[in-house]
Every structure is written in structure tokens, then in C-alpha cells.
């Protein structure tokens, strides 16, 4: 358990629940995954620890996927995209849920969507801090979500930054993501056989297999780093030992339903049977990998060697010309391969404009000095209070008497101080506004009692605060007036009731809250 506090405190303080989620499906252990995420997300949800709860539910997501229920994985996928709106959270974390839900949106056929995920979490990565458990993951599901696209080179740049990013103690997650690497460079390099680069294809099944004997050599425990190999052997025509590999563990994995090593140890079964000329029993080989396909592209590869064991076993025009049409069919695949390409620079290119955009957007609506909202902010918010939210005015007791004593700089201090703890008090929903001069303000999400609660924690920290190390003598405080909306109230009279009890704080004496109760 030496894992648990490098690893807990970016997901929240019972992720020790979420991580068993993540680890049986690492494992492959996709049906025992979605037993403990429901344990998981009950208990979280109990103790109220939404972060983990939403690291469940990835792992949730990832098993379903696994499974073939893509509808069900997608629908958790635009959950914790709109969770994410609503919690906040790192940049990264954002990054990774996008391009998680990329991965599920191209694996339905929805490839225009997955991209446009795919570029927003490209976009995002390239502005979030480049180290740690966050950055690593979200790497690594973009590396996926490329992969899946069959954007090689795009999901091979990302598994190298992943890794690089952070070198995880546990074994499980560092064999995890050099397996990832792994099964890439080989998933790739059967494409590019299909296609006929021959001598590219060896290259990456020789990286592939150094890879994946380091970890053996370890003793990792891994079904999946024996399935890869095997079919790493396979390709390289090493026969006998791809069969001593397949051995007692394929029927292993089939009762295990572990349906991924299986499919691949089909394959490499397969592959040396064929190169033995065991023609019928290949063709079995590959006929149970496609039965164990959920996916459109899985099944193709499976098909794709059934053809041309066909062609071996039964030469001859018929066959040889289902051969001929089928590598067309794979060309043309590789081809719209090269046109996804291009349309994810189209899909990068919007996405940065539309950042571009609303960083334009932001500056217009912010207010130098502090990097609060500022009026034009302010005029937007007001005309669209919900009923039940508040506004809270709030007034620099005596401001000008600080600027005329201790200097206009120490002034400008004193408001970026006010500003920092205005915007600490802010929810992911609430905005704080200094509207110029020492007048500030808050649209808080919560009703007038919670409100005042939130208005008195300000006050008390600014009256509390040291000001004399910014300048002996210097004392601060605030008043402040709190109005909540009622239903079809205008804006405008929502502010003028909260000005109204801004006065009355002012008339009875400062440094103090005014609202309903007390007008």
C-alpha cells in the first residue's frame, strides 16, 4: 500500500476505493470492474467524495467500453464532461475526460465529434502543468482516443510524453503504460503489413517485442504482455516459441471471459499455424478472434488474415481476387486514415480560435488591476439572476483616506488583497466584480442565510488580516449589502435593494453586512 499517498490526493480522500475500479480493469478484468464500481460510487456518494466518485466512474466507462456496451460508456462520458463544468478541477483532468469520450464517440463511427474531443484535449494538454499523475493519464487517454482513429504517429507522440511526464512507483501503472506503447507499435505495425510496408512493420514488431520481454523478464504478471508477445513471435516467424506461449493459457483467458488476451492469442495461434500450413486449424484460430470481436475494427483485422489463408489454402483466381479486393478495401481505410489527419489540424484550428475568442471575450470583461470581472462583466450577470441566488455589494470603508495617507500604490495593494479573497470565497458557478474605485461585488448561487454566512467569513478575514506588513498604521474593512433575487425580479432592482442595505451598512457605522433582516 506504499502507492496510497503519491496516488490519493490528486482523486480525493477515499480513492483507495476508485483505484481497485481502475486496477481490475488494467487487469482486464472488465465484468469483477463494474461489481466494485458499484461498491465504489455507492460508498462515495454516502461521504459525499465527488472526486472519487467521478474516478469511478472512468473506470466504469473503461470497462463498458472493453465490453462492447458503447452507449452505456458513452453516456457516462457526457456525464462527467457536464460533472467537470459543474465541479472544476485541473486542466488535465478536463483533458483526459475529453479524450476519453473521444475514444468511445470514434469507436461508434462518430468520427467528426471524437475528433473535434480529440483537439479540444490537444489544446488543453498544451497549456496544463507537464508533470505529475494527471498529466500522465491524460496522456495516455489521448494516446487512446488517437490510437483508436488510427492516428499513429499522433498516439505514439502522446504515449512517449505520458511516460515521460511521470514515473509512477506502483508496477502496475508503469507496466500498464509501457504495455499501452507496446500494443500500439504492434496494432501498427499490422496495418502497415496489410498495406505492404513490410520492413516498417518488422521494425516496430522488434520495438514491440524488446518492450514487452523487459517487463517479463521483471516478473510481471501480466496475461496481456504474454498475449502481445506471442503475437510478436508470430510475426517474426519465431513458431515454436509463439506456440509455447499460447499453450495452456489461451483456454485460460477464454474461461477467465478475458476477451482481449484471448482475441490476441487467437491471432498468434493462428499466425503460426498458418506459417506450419495448417491451413483449417488457422482459420478456426481466426474465425474465434472475430466471435470475440466487439468491435468493427477488431473484426476487420481477424477477417483481413482469414482472406488470405484462404488464398494460401485455395489458390487461384476466386480467392486471389477476394484477396485483391480486400487490400484495396485496406488501402482505402489507410487513406481515410491520412484524411482524419487532416481533419484534426481543421478541428485544432477551431479550437484555438474559439479560445482565442473567449480569452478576448474574458479580457474585455475583466478589470486590470485585480483580473476581477469588471462593469460590462457585471451588466451581463445582473439581467440573468436566478431566483434564489444574491448579490452582495461590498465598499472599501474610507478608501480615499488610504490612498491620500499611505500613497495611491499602497491603495492599488489593498484592493489586489481584497480581490484575492473575494475570488477565494467564489464557487465554480459565482463571479466577483470590482466595478472601479473600491467598490466591489459577488453573485453568490446560494439564498440570503448561506449568503450572509459567506459575507461575514469575508468580512472577518479582511478585518483580521495584518495590514501592517504592507504599511504600518494601514487598517482595512469592509460594508457591505446583500440583497437575494426573488422570482421575475428585474436586475435592476435586485442591485438597487442590495445598494439600499449597502447604505444602511455604511449609516450604521461600517464594517458591517446590511440585508433584508436588518433594512
Not at 514488431?205 to 498475449?227: E, H, Y
Not at 482469414?306 to 478495401?329: D, I, M, N, Y
Request: aromatic share 6%; charged share 25%; net charge neutral.
Amino acid at each position: 500500500m506504499n502507492r496510497l499517498p503519491v496516488l490519493v490526493s490528486p482523486y480525493g480522500p477515499y480513492a483507495d476505493l476508485a483505484l481497485h475500479v481502475h486496477d481490475l480493469t488494467i487487469r482486464g478484468h472488465h465484468t469483477e470492474t463494474l461489481v466494485a464500481a458499484d461498491k465504489a460510487e455507492a460508498i462515495t456518494l454516502m461521504l459525499g467524495d465527488h472526486r472519487t466518485h467521478r474516478v469511478s466512474r472512468l473506470g466504469r466507462m473503461y470497462a463498458l467500453k472493453c465490453l462492447g456496451r458503447l452507449d452505456e460508456a458513452l453516456q457516462i462520458a457526457e456525464d462527467l464532461i457536464a460533472d467537470q463544468a459543474r465541479l472544476g478541477g485541473p486542466k488535465a483532468t478536463d483533458a483526459k475526460i475529453m479524450a476519453d469520450a473521444a475514444e468511445v464517440l470514434i469507436d461508434l463511427g462518430r468520427i467528426d465529434d471524437g475528433l473535434h474531443y480529440v483537439a479540444r484535449a490537444m489544446a488543453v494538454l498544451d497549456v496544463a502543468p507537464r508533470k505529475g499523475l494527471r498529466y500522465f493519464s491524460a496522456m495516455a487517454s489521448l494516446a487512446q482516443a488517437a490510437r483508436v482513429a488510427e492516428l499513429f504517429e499522433l498516439a505514439d507522440d502522446a504515449m512517449r510524453r505520458s511516460i515521460e511526464a511521470f514515473d509512477p512507483t506502483d508496477d502496475v501503472y508503469r507496466s500498464a503504460a509501457a504495455l499501452t506503447q507496446a500494443e500500439l507499435w504492434l496494432e501498427w505495425a499490422l496495418r502497415l503489413d496489410q498495406i505492404g510496408r513490410v520492413e516498417d512493420a518488422a521494425n516496430l514488431v522488434g520495438k514491440s517485442t524488446a518492450a514487452l520481454r523487459c517487463w517479463i523478464d521483471q516478473g510481471i504478471d501480466s496475461p496481456l504482455a504474454i498475449a502481445l508477445l506471442a503475437v510478436c513471435h508470430a510475426k517474426a516467424g519465431r513458431i515454436s516459441e509463439t506456440l509455447a506461449l499460447v499453450g495452456d493459457l489461451l483456454p485460460a483467458m477464454r474461461a477467465a471471459e478475458q476477451s482481449h488476451e484471448a482475441r490476441l492469442l487467437h491471432l498468434a495461434h493462428g499466425l503460426a499455424l498458418r506459417a506450419n500450413g495448417e491451413w483449417r486449424a488457422a482459420r478456426r484460430e481466426f474465425r474465434a478472434a472475430v466471435e470475440l470481436s466487439v468491435l468493427r475494427s477488431q473484426r476487420l483485422l481477424f477477417q483481413y488474415e482469414l482472406t488470405v489463408t484462404a488464398a494460401l489454402e485455395f489458390p487461384g483466381e476466386v480467392t486471389q481476387a477476394v484477396l485483391e479486393s480486400l487490400r484495396e478495401h485496406v488501402a482505402a481505410l489507410w487513406q481515410l486514415r491520412l484524411d482524419r489527419r487532416t481533419m484534426l489540424r481543421q478541428a485544432y484550428r477551431r479550437v484555438e480560435l474559439e479560445a482565442a475568442r473567449t480569452t478576448a471575450d474574458l479580457a474585455a470583461a475583466s478589470d486590470a488591476l485585480t483580473g476581477l470581472g469588471n462593469r460590462r462583466m457585471f451588466d451581463r450577470r445582473i439581467t440573468t439572476v436566478a431566483a434564489g441566488g444574491s448579490l452582495l455589494l461590498i465598499d472599501v470603508d474610507h478608501f480615499k483616506d488610504i490612498n491620500d495617507r499611505f500613497s495611491h500604490g499602497v491603495g492599488d495593494r489593498v484592493l489586489g488583497e481584497i480581490a484575492a479573497v473575494l475570488r477565494s470565497h467564489c464557487r465554480h458557478d459565482e463571479v466577483a466584480i470590482r466595478f472601479g474605485g473600491d467598490e466591489f461585488a459577488i453573485f453568490l448561487s446560494v439564498g440570503e442565510p448561506e449568503a450572509r454566512k459567506v459575507a461575514e467569513r469575508i468580512r472577518r478575514v479582511i478585518l483580521a488580516r495584518d495590514w501592517s506588513t504592507i504599511m504600518p498604521g494601514l487598517r482595512v474593512t469592509l460594508s457591505m449589502g446583500l440583497a437575494e433575487s426573488r422570482p421575475g425580479e428585474p436586475g435592476r432592482d435586485l442591485y438597487d435593494r442590495a445598494d439600499a442595505h449597502l447604505y444602511v451598512s455604511k449609516r450604521g457605522g461600517r464594517n458591517q453586512l446590511a440585508a433584508a433582516a436588518a433594512a
